[in-house]
């Protein structure tokens, strides 16, 4: 089985300011690992997933996420937000092989402030 | 939005009363799935389809129905409806395990 632990609930951050919210991951099986984002009084939308390869991925709007495989970790970041970056992100793992199934993290609420 | 529809997208309700809530897409996607969203436990898969006439629990099954008797219906019923299951709930398809999953608008259901 998987769980997906998102470390912070809620991040405040200021407009143009860096940010990293942070994802943990348990798995007895390889996983895939993504990022999903969604804006208020909406679905979600992915930004970014890591399949194979280079640890570091890139997805849209400027988020940026590395995989650790030795912290089970997926931290996303982006260099500076924008006000319009306020919304919910949810971290999700689905296993390689076996029954297909995508299992999210908790939430972090990311609000910007300007 | 991969041709999701779900249905409605609001709905209040009565303690004890059975509720069905529709999810119909149009391009023939084999998995699809039922997912209810609550603040502080993001999304909790519910049920799952793999194919027509196949489902398979999730991790919050209990007091929830699914049927599918074709491949672009996903019908989830709460066959007696209690205050603990007000909540969004999502419904998503998925390609391969390998991306992303596609979700419908959402339907906001209130049990009083």
């Known amino acids: 089985a998987q769980s997906v632990t998102q470390l912070d609930s809620q991040v405040p951050v200021f407009e143009e300011a860096p940010v990293e919210l942070r994802c943990n991951y348990s798995?007895?099986?390889?996983?895939?690992l993504f990022w999903y984002v969604q804006y208020p009084n909406q679905g979600l939308q992915l930004l970014l997933k890591?399949?194979?390869?280079?640890?570091l991925v890139k997805g849209i709007n400027g988020f940026e996420a590395e995989f650790n495989k030795s912290q089970t970790s997926f931290h996303l970041r982006k260099p500076s937000v924008h006000i319009s970056d306020t919304a919910e992100y949810f971290c999700?793992?689905?296993?390689?092989?076996?029954?297909?199934?995508?299992?999210f993290g908790q939430g972090t609420r990311l609000t910007i402030n300007p | 939005d991969a041709g999701i529809t779900q249905s409605p997208r609001h709905k209040v309700t009565e303690t004890g009363t059975p509720v069905t809530l529709r999810c119909h897409q149009t391009?023939?996607?084999?998995?699809m799935y039922w997912y209810r969203q609550d603040p502080g436990h993001g999304l909790r898969l519910i049920h799952y389809?793999?194919?027509?006439?196949?489902?398979d629990k999730g991790e919050v099954s209990d007091g929830y129905s699914v049927s599918r008797s074709k491949t672009e219906d996903f019908l989830l019923t709460l066959e007696s409806a209690t205050s603990s299951q007000t909540s969004v709930y999502f419904c998503?398809?998925?390609?391969?395990?390998?991306?992303?999953?596609?979700f419908g608008q959402g339907t906001r259901l209130t049990v009083v």
């Open positions: 999700a793992v689905s296993p390689q092989s076996g029954a297909q199934k995508l299992v």
């Open positions: 798995s007895s099986v390889s996983v895939y």
């Open positions: 890591y399949l194979s390869g280079s640890t």
């Open positions: 391009e023939n996607h084999r998995y």
């Open positions: 389809s793999y194919g027509v006439k196949d489902t």
């Open positions: 998503a398809i998925i390609e391969g395990q390998n991306t992303e999953a596609f």
